[in-house]
């Protein structure tokens, strides 16, 4: 099982639609989650982090499902500007590598 | 706002030859990584580093690979002897006293 997985897509969503990107985890003792953002032949950039509590940046809204070792993204009104893979990332308590999922394609149209 | 850098941004090379990958990290940030990612895949990590050692490496991390940091800017990757299956997109990354790494540009490195 890969210790992270994604659906790759691409989802391809007109603008102002809302789309949702799930991830899973196969490390429970995995500590820390993120969702970084990677445009095409560019560096991935942090997105946000992925608290217990869920949380909220503007119009994207992340979750974290301990239990079920699951991460959610949730983008609203997307923008064309959204267009981008979207990687699910996470990294253990023994260690800070950061091992990351294969990513999620978004493609916004107009 | 402060950025990694990295050089060059592409680097073309024949097998066999030895490579050197810079990197500046964020100047007071004190923790040091190399990834890789092969076109069409997922981001790997390579190794971390802090404290003029390495803290880990994973297993493409073999002998052939090397990280130094020379002065008090530079990080460095070293391929001593590269093979095809090196050309990747390589990045440097940096963190402070908080958990996020923050990624160079990166440099787009291809074996013939």
């Known amino acids: 099982r890969k210790e992270v997985e994604q659906d790759p897509g691409p989802f391809n969503v007109p603008e102002g639609a809302t789309v949702a990107f799930n991830c899973t985890y196969s490390?429970?003792?995995?500590?820390?989650f993120f969702w970084y953002r990677q445009d095409c032949r560019k560096e991935p950039k942090l997105l946000m982090s992925?608290?217990?509590s869920g949380n909220e940046d503007g119009r994207f809204t992340a979750q974290l499902n301990r239990a079920s070792q699951y991460i959610s993204l949730l983008i609203r009104d997307s923008k064309l500007s959204d267009s981008a893979t979207y990687l699910c990332?996470?990294?253990?308590?023994?260690?800070?590598?950061?091992?990351f999922g294969t990513g999620t394609r978004l493609q916004v149209f107009p | 706002e402060p950025e990694v850098t990295q050089t060059p941004s592409h680097q073309v090379t024949q097998m066999g030859q030895e490579v050197i990958l810079r990197c500046v990290p964020i100047s007071n940030h004190l923790y040091f990584y190399w990834y890789r990612q092969i076109l069409g895949q997922k981001v790997e990590f390579l190794v971390s580093?802090?404290?003029?050692?390495?803290?880990?490496k994973s297993e493409i991390f073999d002998d052939q690979f090397s990280v130094e940091r020379p002065d008090g800017s530079n990080f460095t990757l070293k391929i001593r002897s590269t093979k095809l299956e090196d050309s990747a997109m390589y990045f440097c990354a940096s963190r402070g006293s908080g958990e996020t790494q923050y990624f160079g540009p990166g440099t787009r490195l291809l074996v013939l």
């Open positions: 992925v608290y217990s």
């Open positions: 990332v996470v990294t253990s308590r023994s260690t800070d590598k950061l091992i």
């Open positions: 490390n429970s003792a995995s500590q820390s």
């Open positions: 580093f802090y404290n003029n050692e390495i803290s880990e």
